[in-house]
Nanobody, 125 residues
Framework: QVQLVESGGGSVQAGGSLTLSCLAS???????WAWFRQAPGKEREGVAA????????YYADSVKGRFTISQDNAKNTLLLQMNSLKLEDTATYYC???????????????????WGQGTQVTVSS
């Protein structure tokens, strides 16, 4: 049973950077990993996803060129480097993971069954 724990959230001014981490316990070989976010009153949306072969990544249009998803296999950790943060990036960010046969669209949250508890990111002007 895979468990996920996020860290790295915080408060930052617009234009700044943060790196989120998601530590996985258990075997995540050949999994999809993804970051989602949810702002108050809004639906959960996909931010970025990666397949554990390391070569296949997916990004929401709103974060392309600003966010980078990567994995540290030695530490079994998923990372999200967030640069040029905007006010609209404010949300609770969640890490998710699941086997590829469950995932047809990596940036859609509905098929993921393993989630972290979330970490808050607040961007201020």
């Amino acid at each position: 049973q895979v468990q996920l724990v996020e860290s790295g959230g915080g408060s930052v001014q617009a234009g700044g950077s943060l790196t989120l981490s998601c530590l996985a316990s258990g075997n995540t070989y050949r999994y999809y990993w993804a970051w989602f976010r949810q702002a108050p009153g809004k639906e959960r949306e996909g931010v970025a996803a990666i397949y554990t072969d390391g070569d296949t990544t997916y990004y929401a249009d709103s974060v392309k060129g600003r966010f980078t998803i990567s994995q540290d296999n030695a530490k079994n950790t998923l990372l999200l480097q967030m640069n040029s943060l905007k006010l609209e990036d404010t949300a609770t960010y969640y890490c998710a993971a699941d086997r590829p046969w469950r995932i047809t669209t990596p940036l859609q949250p509905g098929k993921y069954t393993t989630w972290g508890q979330g970490t808050q990111v607040t961007v201020s002007s």
